[in-house]
């Protein structure tokens, strides 16, 4: 059994840079559309015609995205005669439309910050790349942040899914459990705006109708890199980036 | 349980001409004949409600058919009530059962086909349709502490959007099946596990240290997808059918293709097929291998958690790179693929692939002499074979107790039958079988990849969907948790009039007790593993 100790041991440190550092590796973020000026209105009007969950908005021959509700299908990008401009990164984390301060933790847990995680209808990819947190790539803990099992020692509520109405309640529970000083973080568009699920009578159509939600981390799924980036923002160890205000667009 | 299941011996198959002629030997005088249709082989279309039970008995033991699932569909006059059986080798046969609209009792097959218990409990709760004989309904999809009785959310009066008041009725409990003085249930959920566990609950019933009854509590995502997507276009639908369960995004939204490829005659071109197949086979590798992570994780091996984990992420970053989405989502359309991919960014993939296959054989040579681990899994959560057969339990989980059904093999799609491969199996039942069904499963899927890759030849990828309406199809898959079908049925506008998913975890959370009964508290995570279920996938 001691193979294990020196199979860890051989395969050494392989942990991510990030925050220290950019990671750049291929493929640890998929990117997303970004705001897009197109030469003629007639392709910012087509943007906006095959976006199938009306994330673009053309006005003249701009073509603006709201991150919230992209659910990433890559019409955008494939299917138009001029596409959409792409952007690499994960430093996607946003303010909710209705609040314009940023509601960092104090700083007393700038080091040391729980996390409650609830899958309120989620459809198991945000909260696969919330566990991917967890394995040595990205390894959380070594920035302070830690899972936590009950919601007594949380300080910050993770909402995963649109909040369907059988988890409505447990949601509720869950929140009125946690301790102020509390924050609650939306991951992934259909916490942010229920997403394809949208609002229906087994849907409450995002996390913001349930409870006032402090921060933004749009993407469906958002990588793990961009959950890091909203703890890091909710610590106030990062600071929301320009491009992510700029990209939530008009509408 | 049910001694007398099958006359027919695993391994043995009967041709379709047979079934029919045994079928139309015994119940001919309450079948009318159909010509085969909507993705099905054969069509029995009952005069008669109570031939029901006889006909699916004598199809499930006595033919030895499997169980697909059952799927109702209200049309304007009239119910129509279809039980899907699958004849390995054949196809799909479709028991069609066709009552007035104002019935509101259909015979339960329970007792005959125990598969069909949660297809019934759903269709009550959903439909309102009772099931006489039927020994528990009530308090499925609907919690009955919110949600009121009579509602009947996919009869075609009710509104997707309507606001219905919820009820919270304080003083409501869970059915609890132990009554023994000392007896108490433990429950787990729906936020359990650091939240990182999906949400469902369960009612752990002991008397001290065994867990005498386990029952699962669905249903807390549902997020009634096939619902809303009704009136809405293909196009539409398909981005729900990918997003309703993220980890075999790709499978189902394969699934849903077909099947409106079936209603429109098209069929997807050659590359489009392989590459279907490249694409299935690599959501399998990389779901097989975040599977083995978790049963790791379950038996707090760190640094083999940890392994498992990186080849896991690295795959997930490997799709990305390939597809645009480390999820595999927006390949699929209707026709084909969304988009082509040259040579390099195979050649790419390969690589990666390759790479996680020799990981994970490393991993799998350190598991096999770690006695600490070992001791876990074996002899813990035990299906046996014939409770497995009893249980219809489809996929990994199934073949590990030696149901062979895989509908790669038992049913080809997307041109399966043009491929080598194995489907390993096991006898045990036990969570060591279970672990070593999802190491090899993973190592023919690697081969399935190689095989598609040079298959490839030039040429268009998606054939263009202008088909007919209205129609309805089935569509299947074989997703890596194991057998989905999708039904789907388009209105003469070409939008979605009833689409129902019949989820791999669906079927096997039904016989997920089985294997957590009868075995000590602390074992329960571990079996969870190894049964490796989405909770969110079964509640759609």
Same mark, same amino acid.
């Given at each position: 059994?001691?193979?294990?100790?020196?199979?860890?041991?051989?395969?050494?440190?392989?942990?991510?840079?990030?925050?220290?550092?950019?990671?750049?590796?291929?493929?640890?973020?998929?990117?997303?559309?970004?705001?897009?000026?197109?030469?003629?209105?007639?392709?910012?009007?087509?943007?906006?015609?095959?976006?199938?969950?009306d994330?673009?908005? $053309?006005?003249?021959? =701009?073509?603006?995205?709201?991150?919230?509700?992209?659910?990433? @299908?890559q019409? *955008? +990008? #494939?299917?138009?005669?001029?596409?959409?401009?792409?952007?690499?990164?994960?430093?996607?984390?946003?303010?909710?439309?209705n609040?314009?301060?940023?509601?960092?933790?104090?700083? $007393?847990?700038?080091? =040391?910050?729980?996390?409650?995680?609830?899958?309120?209808?989620? @459809?198991?990819? *945000? +909260? #696969?790349?919330?566990?991917?947190l967890?394995?040595?790539?990205?390894?959380?803990?070594?920035?302070?942040?830690?899972?936590?099992?009950?919601?007594?020692?949380a300080?910050?509520?993770?909402?995963?899914?649109?909040?369907?109405?059988?988890?409505?309640?447990?949601?509720?529970?869950?929140?009125e459990?946690?301790?102020?000083?509390?924050?609650?973080?939306?991951?992934?568009?259909?916490?942010?705006?229920?997403?394809v699920?949208g609002?229906?009578?087994?849907?409450?159509?995002?996390?913001?109708?349930?409870?006032?939600v402090?921060?933004?981390?749009?993407?469906?799924?958002?990588?793990?890199l961009?959950?890091?980036?909203?703890?890091?923002?909710?610590?106030?160890?990062?600071?929301?980036?320009?491009?992510?205000?700029?990209?939530?667009?008009?509408? | 349980?049910?001694?007398?299941?099958?006359?027919?011996?695993?391994?043995?198959?009967?041709?379709?001409s047979?079934?029919?002629?045994?079928?139309?030997?015994?119940?001919?005088?309450?079948?009318?004949?159909?010509?085969?249709?909507?993705?099905?082989?054969l069509?029995?279309?009952?005069?008669?409600?109570?031939?029901?039970?006889?006909?699916c008995?004598?199809?499930?033991?006595?033919?030895a058919?499997?169980?697909?699932?059952?799927?109702?569909?209200?049309?304007?006059?009239?119910?129509?009530?279809?039980?899907?059986?699958?004849?390995?080798?054949?196809?799909?046969?479709?028991?069609?059962?066709?009552?007035?609209?104002?019935?509101?009792?259909?015979?339960?097959?329970?007792?005959?086909?125990?598969?069909?218990?949660?297809?019934?409990?759903?269709?009550?709760?959903?439909?309102?349709?009772?099931?006489?004989?039927?020994?528990?309904?009530?308090?499925?999809?609907?919690?009955?502490?919110?949600?009121?009785?009579?509602?009947?959310?996919?009869?075609?009066?009710?509104?997707?959007?309507?606001?219905?008041?919820?009820?919270?009725?304080?003083?409501?409990?869970?059915?609890?099946?132990?009554?023994?003085?000392?007896?108490?249930?433990?429950?787990?959920?729906?936020?359990?596990?650091?939240?990182?566990?999906?949400?469902?609950?369960?009612?752990?019933?002991?008397?001290?240290?065994?867990?005498?009854?386990?029952?699962?509590?669905?249903?807390?995502?549902?997020?009634?997808?096939?619902?809303?997507?009704?009136?809405?276009?293909?196009?539409?639908?398909?981005?729900l059918?990918?997003?309703?369960?993220?980890?075999?995004?790709?499978?189902?939204?394969?699934?849903?293709?077909?099947?409106?490829?079936?209603?429109?005659?098209?069929e997807?071109?050659?590359?489009?097929?392989?590459?279907?197949?490249?694409?299935?086979?690599?959501?399998?590798?990389?779901?097989?291998?975040?599977?083995?992570?978790?049963?790791?994780?379950?038996?707090a091996?760190?640094?083999?958690?940890?392994?498992?984990?990186?080849?896991?992420?690295?795959?997930?970053?490997?799709?990305?790179?390939?597809?645009?989405?480390?999820y595999?989502?927006?390949?699929?359309?209707?026709?084909?693929?969304?988009?082509?991919?040259?040579?390099?960014?195979?050649?790419?993939?390969?690589?990666?692939?390759d790479k996680?296959?020799?990981?994970?054989?490393?991993?799998?040579?350190?598991?096999?002499?770690?006695?600490?681990?070992?001791?876990?899994?074996?002899?813990?959560?035990?299906?046996?074979?014939?409770?497995?057969?009893?249980?219809n339990?489809?996929?990994?989980?199934?073949?590990?107790?030696?149901?062979?059904?895989?509908?790669?093999?038992?049913c080809?799609?997307?041109?399966?039958?043009?491929?080598?491969?194995?489907?390993?199996?096991?006898?045990?039942?036990?969570?060591?079988?279970?672990?070593?069904?999802?190491?090899?499963?993973?190592?023919?899927?690697?081969?399935?990849?190689?095989?598609?890759?040079?298959?490839?030849?030039p040429?268009?990828?998606?054939?263009?969907?202008?088909?007919?309406?209205?129609?309805?199809?089935?569509?299947?898959?074989?997703?890596?948790?194991?057998a989905?079908?999708?039904?789907?049925?388009?209105?003469?506008?070409?939008?979605?009039?009833r689409?129902?998913?019949?989820?791999?975890?669906?079927?096997?959370?039904?016989?997920?007790?089985?294997?957590?009964?009868d075995?000590?508290?602390?074992?329960?995570?571990?079996?969870?593993?190894?049964?490796?279920?989405?909770?969110?996938?079964?509640?759609?």
């Open positions: 059994m001691s193979f294990w100790f020196w199979h860890g041991m051989r395969r050494g440190i392989q942990s991510t840079g990030y925050p220290a550092r950019a990671e750049n590796a291929p493929g640890v973020s998929p990117g997303r559309p970004v705001n897009t000026d197109f030469p003629t209105v007639e392709e910012a009007r087509l943007a906006e015609e095959i976006c199938p969950t994330a673009i908005v $053309a006005h003249g021959r =701009s073509a603006y995205v709201n991150n919230g509700k992209c659910v990433h @299908c019409l *955008c +990008l #494939h299917s138009l005669p001029s596409p959409m401009n792409w952007e690499a990164g994960y430093e996607w984390t946003k303010l909710p439309a609040q314009s301060e940023c509601a960092t933790l104090p700083s $007393a847990f700038s080091k =040391s910050m729980h996390i409650m995680v609830v899958d309120a209808g989620d @459809c198991g990819a *945000c +909260l #696969h790349e919330v566990k991917q967890n394995n040595p790539l990205y390894n959380m803990h070594r920035l302070g942040f830690f899972f936590t099992a009950t919601p007594r020692t300080d910050l509520l993770l909402i995963v899914g649109p909040v369907s109405e059988n988890m409505r309640g447990p949601l509720l529970k869950t929140w459990a946690m301790p102020t000083t509390r924050r609650a973080m939306a991951v992934g568009s259909c916490a942010i705006t229920g997403g699920f609002r229906s009578f087994m849907c409450a159509g995002g996390a913001g109708s349930v409870l006032p402090d921060f933004e981390v749009p993407g469906n799924p958002p990588p793990p961009a959950i890091l980036h909203g703890l890091l923002v909710a610590t106030g160890r990062k600071s929301i980036t320009q491009t992510g205000l700029v990209s939530e667009g008009r509408s | 349980m049910a001694a007398d299941i099958s006359p027919v011996k695993t391994g043995e198959r009967i041709g379709l047979d079934l029919t002629a045994a079928v139309g030997e015994r119940f001919g005088s309450v079948l009318s004949p159909m010509p085969a249709s909507h993705g099905y082989v069509t029995l279309s009952l005069a008669q409600s109570s031939s029901l039970p006889s006909l008995r004598f199809l499930f033991s006595d033919l058919c499997q169980f697909g699932g059952m799927i109702a569909e209200e049309q304007s006059t009239h119910w129509q009530l279809h039980y899907a059986f699958l004849l390995p080798g054949s196809g799909w046969i479709d028991v069609l059962l066709v009552l007035p609209i104002e019935t509101t009792t259909v015979p339960s097959i329970v007792a005959e086909v125990n598969a069909a218990d949660w297809h019934e409990r759903e269709v009550e709760d959903l439909f309102g349709i009772h099931f006489e004989g039927h020994p528990r309904l009530g308090d499925f999809i609907l919690h009955d502490q919110i949600w009121r009785e009579g509602i009947a959310p996919m009869r075609k009066s009710f509104a997707a959007n309507s606001q219905l008041k919820q009820k919270l009725d304080l003083e409501w409990q869970p059915l609890l099946i132990v009554g023994d003085p000392g007896s108490f249930a433990m429950p787990v959920g729906p936020v359990y596990d650091g939240g990182l566990g999906e949400s469902l609950h369960f009612l752990l019933e002991t008397v001290g240290e065994d867990v005498i009854r386990a029952s699962p509590r669905l249903f807390y995502n549902y997020r009634a997808v096939e619902k809303i997507v009704e009136g809405r276009s293909v196009s539409d639908v398909l981005l059918a990918e997003r309703f369960t993220a980890t075999s995004a790709f499978a189902h939204s394969l699934a849903f293709c077909q099947a409106v490829e079936k209603i429109q005659s098209v997807a071109p050659a590359r489009a097929a392989h590459l279907r197949i490249l694409i299935g086979e690599l959501e399998r590798l990389r779901h097989h291998a975040g599977a083995i992570a978790a049963i790791c994780e379950s038996t091996l760190a640094v083999s958690t940890a392994h498992a984990a990186i080849i896991e992420e690295e795959l997930l970053r490997a799709s990305c790179v390939f597809s645009g989405h480390r595999l989502f927006g390949l699929n359309v209707a026709g084909g693929l969304s988009r082509d991919f040259a040579a390099e960014e195979l050649k790419a993939l390969l690589l990666s692939i996680a296959e020799r990981d994970l054989r490393i991993l799998e040579n350190r598991l096999r002499y770690s006695s600490s681990f070992l001791d876990r899994l074996e002899d813990v959560g035990a299906v046996n074979v014939e409770s497995a057969r009893y249980l339990l489809v996929g990994p989980i199934g073949r590990a107790s030696a149901q062979h059904c895989d509908l790669r093999e038992a080809p799609y997307s041109g399966y039958e043009g491929y080598v491969f194995d489907i390993p199996y096991e006898t045990e039942g036990d969570g060591y079988a279970r672990l070593r069904v999802l190491f090899a499963e993973a190592t023919q899927s690697v081969k399935l990849i190689h095989q598609a890759i040079e298959a490839l030849q040429g268009a990828i998606c054939a263009p969907c202008e088909g007919t309406y209205p129609g309805a199809a089935l569509g299947w898959a074989e997703a890596p948790r194991g989905a079908l999708h039904w789907v049925s388009l209105d003469e506008k070409g939008l979605v009039e689409y129902h998913a019949i989820t791999p975890s669906f079927s096997n959370w039904h016989g997920f007790h089985e294997a957590a009964e075995f000590a508290f602390q074992d329960f995570p571990i079996i969870l593993a190894t049964f490796g279920l989405s909770a969110t996938e079964c509640d759609r």
